[in-house]
């Protein structure tokens, strides 16, 4: 058994994870972090983890803290595991990082949207964790930084069609929906209930929101030129589930046939991307509580353009279950172990 620790174990990423690892067979949570829950089992902090995850809460300090676990989830802020990830890579433990710190190639570029990067030395350590792209890097790594919530619906999108060259990227518009749950368990009041309950809402409008450069550094590396896209994220009275609607003007004339089988090739063999059929779109229902990104497309031949839909959780594939099937793979564990829960309907 591989003995697992979550360090932030009582924010959303924190309990999805302990959620689906608790139903993992090849895996033991023997540490669960938690400075303001400090001395609590975590299932009096989240009570659906009762009888299966009792382990108290625990704030330990850096030697207890490597000595506690073969493998690390960093489920904190950035800032707080750039601080952290290296005294867990020099104890040589295996680490996915949740946080922005090192997903980004770049510490210019990481500077210019997050804060000075006090660790940049393992920025060419860390392996983007998207593992219908790099799953080989994945498997050979011990940094992995697992991808942001919208980053990964857009990415998985739009992949087969820079990959394919058929679409103009200068055209690019990302629209895209998340539940209140990406924003975090802490309280604010963007995200109390009266504030967001019939009500639908735009923000970090006008290319501010931080996953743009996330978003722009992957499909520059799929279109193999510089990329620049519109992004807008909105906040949708739900608790999770994230639906992007990607715009972008095809470069030549192209059939639904072509582009669908475009789709499928390249995800053919992908157990959590699920390629509709022509004619059907994803919806955030049919992929709750799942590890699935549900994509389909239709072409608006008035104008030339090709919209792309794209559903997840945004707390399964779009986080906790995303660094699961990260680390199965660095661990030579079957992708789908832990996983394989069928979505929540209704």
């Known amino acids: 058994m591989l003995n697992i620790a979550i360090i932030g174990a009582s924010g959303y990423?924190?309990?999805?994870?302990?959620?689906?690892?608790?139903?993992?067979?090849?895996?033991?949570?023997?540490?669960?972090?938690?400075?303001?829950?400090?001395?609590?089992?975590?299932?009096?902090?989240?009570p659906n983890l009762r009888t299966k995850v009792d382990l108290l809460c625990e704030n330990p300090d850096i030697d207890r803290l490597c000595d506690s676990a073969d493998f690390y989830f960093a489920a904190v802020p950035h800032k707080t595991a750039m601080d952290l990830v290296p005294h867990l890579r020099r104890a040589g433990k295996k680490v996915v990082d949740l946080s922005a710190d090192f997903r980004l190639r770049d510490q210019t570029v990481y500077e210019q949207w997050y804060q000075p990067h006090s660790s940049a030395q393992f920025l060419s350590e860390a392996v983007y964790g998207l593992p219908e792209l790099y799953r080989d890097d994945i498997a050979g790594s011990s940094l992995v930084a697992n991808p942001g919530c919208y980053p990964?619906?857009?990415?998985?999108?739009?992949?087969?069609?820079?990959?394919?060259?058929?679409?103009?990227?200068?055209?690019?518009?990302?629209?895209?929906?998340?539940?209140?749950?990406?924003?975090?368990?802490?309280?604010?009041?963007?995200?109390?209930?009266?504030?967001?309950?019939?009500?639908?809402?735009?923000?970090?409008?006008?290319?501010t929101h931080r996953h743009t450069p996330e978003i722009e550094q992957?499909?520059?590396?799929?279109?193999?030129?510089?990329?620049?896209?519109?992004?807008?994220?909105?906040?949708?009275?739900?608790?999770?589930?994230?639906?992007?609607?990607?715009?972008?003007?095809?470069?030549?004339?192209?059939?639904?046939?072509a582009i669908h089988q475009l789709y499928q090739t390249m995800y053919a063999d992908e157990p959590f991307v699920r390629v509709l059929p022509p004619g059907n779109l994803p919806a955030t229902q049919y992929v709750r509580g799942s590890n699935f990104c549900d994509i389909g497309f239709t072409i608006d031949r008035r104008t030339g353009r090709i919209i792309v839909l794209s559903a997840i959780d945004n707390i399964v594939k779009g986080?906790?279950?995303q660094a699961v099937q990260n680390m199965n793979i660095m661990c030579g564990f079957d992708e789908t172990k832990g996983l394989e829960v069928v979505p929540l309907f209704p």
């Not at 993992?24 to 989240?46: A, K, Y």
């Open 319 to 321: 986080a906790a279950g």
């Open 13 to 46: 990423t924190g309990v999805e994870l302990a959620r689906l690892l608790s139903n993992h067979p090849e895996v033991r949570l023997t540490l669960v972090t938690s400075r303001q829950f400090e001395g609590q089992p975590l299932s009096q902090v989240f």
């Open 152 to 207: 990964t619906s857009i990415i998985l999108g739009l992949a087969p069609l820079l990959k394919a060259g058929i679409i103009d990227p200068e055209t690019i518009i990302a629209d895209s929906k998340s539940g209140t749950s990406g924003a975090g368990r802490s309280a604010q009041i963007g995200s109390l209930f009266c504030e967001v309950t019939d009500g639908f809402r735009a923000y970090k409008v006008g290319g």
């Open 218 to 257: 992957e499909l520059s590396l799929l279109g193999g030129r510089d990329i620049r896209i519109s992004f807008t994220p909105h906040l949708l009275p739900l608790s999770r589930g994230i639906l992007s609607t990607i715009y972008a003007r095809l470069q030549s004339d192209q059939t639904e046939d």
